[in-house]
């Protein structure tokens, strides 16, 4: 992975396009990009946009026959969109609007990506184009744009988009077509506004509620035969309390559906296109797709529709690159009845294709089974067209293209807000936010109003390795909502690499933060991958002191929060370490200003770990190890818990097998103030559960009390070094997040991106060597200019010539050389027009000896004129040759002159002297 500190923020104009007023195509409504782009000539379109060739010209002829019967036969059904204006005001049949086209993405190979809902061809032309109402919602489009102008102008209506779904979809093999219908208004409109969102996000758990869950989950084997607490809930108020949700559920539909109703008087006349997939043998597989399977796919919203959607209302007609075809059935509403034969195009009763080639030899059964929905059987070889017979001309489009910085894109602007009944979505595209969020979820809170209670955010490509920060209510254990809020944030892996020089956090190589929860004034919760860490940390709790009357002035805004408590836990230790405690005091009146110095002594690690005077304020510590089996239960430690006020220390054993209690020691370590009740010597308690245990010598008291001393601070010692170590994590996460930045403003994160990223890869030369670079091509760029270059490079130093003082005999050395090299050249130019001139005067001279031998046997006029023809062209070149020849002869001692006034004016040159060396050289001395 390649660090980028300061990544480039790309333009908002994705589409890379703009009229001469600077408005941008998705900004515009259709007619006015017609005018401004196509009309106005900033889009140029090939010759196929604006011009017909002669077979097209045909199939139009075909189309308006087969239209005119049509309308004839049935003059009450509504229009057919079959040869439509594209946006160069060209009349196209609509079939060849659509170019099957592969896009070299791996996203838009499915329809929808394989354990990916949000991902595919689909959803990603439903979020890269920006959809558009038609018109006039009742009738058909005037205008139909071709999909490389959509993918282009980024924005189009249902009729745009579905052809551009079709073309991708049927380039990668799909069996896809465009279907012609009506369909509802939210539907017509895009308006999500009545949907309820899926939730797709990982559910958030409460700590309550997780602890309840697992604690379920783990009870003991004993926990059945234990007596319950009766349940004191009516039976007969839950089942009332059902009821009646359900019946106001039930109202607030069906108020819901009578006013869409009665709200919209355009019911079941909207016309609307979308897209249908249909599972062919003959096609591509796809796990998602059956073979004789059909759905829907709505073009503005990417998600899958079956066949039988009421949204849906009626078909009147449907077209791929190869045919069209007019449904000859009913349209009901409420689409019950359709079903998957409703769609089967090789049924003539059902579907009146506009190519059909008849096989008189061959009759085709309706009840064939070979028939399936959108292909197989016969309709294959009724409706397919030979090539020789082939009527549809090849589509008229330009090749669909779209570069990797379009590809990234991904909205309009790079931003799309979508608005449903629960939720708001706010999308964004790749490196386009400062922070790099790609996605922002804010759910409305649980009573229904219009405000939001829970944002979750969704980020990509950070170098901190943040994926997602969520903010909610807080819960408490019924599962209430409380005042407070809680942040959530979760974090890939691989977090904290130590930089060179830098000095990991004691006892980790890496910080390897999973999580990260902070209810403010409550708790903080950070879960760590454990795998990833030498300590084996998976999870560290601080719980604080509330808030009270009688300490709630003890704290400022800028002192750390009091901590209660810490609890650590650990996996896969080799001291089989799985918990670790410590609790706190209380800050009060008395020891307020002491307790807030030791805590930020603690929080910045100051200090030696066993340097008294930086001691917190400990109540206690404990620690818990899980069960060696190697060891006896009553010498295996479960528990050690270390008294620091009382100054005491408590070990507790593991329980042996078939054991209900256990063995545990309690020691004094003030030994003057304790009491023996076991004798003289050491102040221990130790309870005799077993007939048969012996009770320890004092030699083995005070070796293992000397072993707990040294247990207790290296544990006091771990617990400092993990305070800081969370601090330390705090402090890093406030600079990432720029937080920290002087002034206070917001400041770009730092981005990370892999050695595949084309666009943002740095070439591997180090700045001062690009610099250096471009300062030698524009140095020799300056030399190609300069005439004395090529004689001053000898004796230039680093190739800077223009900086250069020469002076006496290397002076004069140049000027005579230069002067030299011009002189041949203006001679070996003569020479070159004389030896043309002499050699165009053989020429005529031969062809006049050969003419005259040849005259007395000439009968014909042509060969005469022929000759006449040669002579006239030979006595053209020779004149033009010895004008050039003259000219040059004229000009050659001009040139001489200036040169050599030229280089005595150069101050590169300065000799001291005068004349240039010899006196004044003339180019025709020898050579003219």
Known sequence: ??????????????????????????????????????????????????????????????????????????????????????????????????????????ELYDWES???????????????????????????PPVVVSPATTLKWQIGDCFDMSILLASLLLGTGYDAYVIIGY????????NQDRKTWVND????VSEEAAKTKSTAKGASKYFSKLKQRPNLESVFDKEQAKKKNAKKAEDVKEVDDDKEAEEDPLQGKRVHAWVMLVGSSSKRKDESITEGDCFFVEPSTGQRVEITDPNYLGVESMFNNHNYWVSMQENKTGNEHRSKDFFN?????????????????????PNDATVGVGGGGERERRTAVNEDQDLVPPSWVQRLTLSRRQYENRYPSHHKLVTYKNAKIDLHAEYSEEDLKVRVVSLKDEFGGTTFGETHTFFRFRKDKLMRRAVYPARNADGAQTMKTVQHEWFDEGRWQ?????????????????????????????IFYGKARLDGLTKRVEVFFPQTKGNEGLTRGDDPPAVKKIMEYYKARDDRLIYRSATFHEPSAANHHESRAQRANLYAGAGSPTDARTAPPLKKMAEKFERNPDVPADQDCAKRTFYITLNEIKVEYHYGEGRITRSNRHYSKDQKSAKDRDGEGIAVTIPLLQPHQKKPGQAVLAEELRMLGTKEK?????????????????????????RTQAGGGPRKCQAEITVYDT????????????????????????????????????????????NIRLTGKDAIDVKNQVLKDLKERLIQRAHIMQNRLDREKEELARHQTNFHKAQEQMTETKEHDHFIQIVENAIWRIGILETRLERHQQEALQKYANLDMKLREDERLNDGGGAAPGGRHHPTGGGF
């Open 1 to 106: 992975m390649i660090t980028l500190q300061n990544f480039e923020i790309p333009n908002h104009n994705t589409s890379g396009l703009e009229t001469t007023d600077g408005r941008w195509p998705y900004n515009l409504e259709k007619e006015a990009r017609i005018r401004d782009l196509v009309e106005g000539g900033v889009m140029k379109l090939p010759e196929t946009y604006w011009r017909n060739t002669t077979k097209e010209e045909m199939c139009l002829e075909f189309v308006d026959n087969f239209k005119n019967q049509y309308t004839q036969l049935y003059p009450n059904r509504a229009a057919l969109l079959l040869s439509p204006r594209n946006e160069s005001g060209m009349r196209k049949f609509v079939c060849t609007f659509v170019r099957p086209t592969e896009l070299p993405y791996e």
């Open 114 to 140: 394989p354990g990916n809902p949000g991902k595919g061809c689909a959803a990603y032309i439903a979020n890269y184009i920006r959809y558009e109402e038609l018109p006039r919602p009742t009738e058909l």
């Open 183 to 190: 369909a509802t208004q939210d539907v017509c409109q895009n």
């Open 201 to 204: 996000m990982e559910p958030v």
């Open 345 to 365: 195009l090789g049924d003539l009763m059902r579907w009146e294709p506009v190519f059909v080639i008849e096989d008189e030899d061959d009759e085709e059964d």
């Open 498 to 526: 130590p930089l060179p020089g830098e000095q990991p956090p004691p006892g980790a190589s890496q910080e390897a933060l999973a999580q990260h929860i902070f209810e403010e004034g409550v708790k903080r919760t950070m």
């Open 714 to 738: 290296k544990c006091l010692d771990e617990i400092r070094s993990k305070q800081a170590f969370a601090e330390e994590i705090l402090k890093n996460r406030e600079e990432e997040e720029g």
């Open 759 to 802: 666009l943002r890869n740095e070439t591997k030369e180090a700045k001062v060597d690009i610099e250096q670079r471009k300062a030698d091509e524009r140095r020799r760029a300056e030399q190609r200019k300069d005439y004395l270059a090529p004689y001053l490079a000898q004796y230039a130093k680093g190739g800077d010539t223009k």
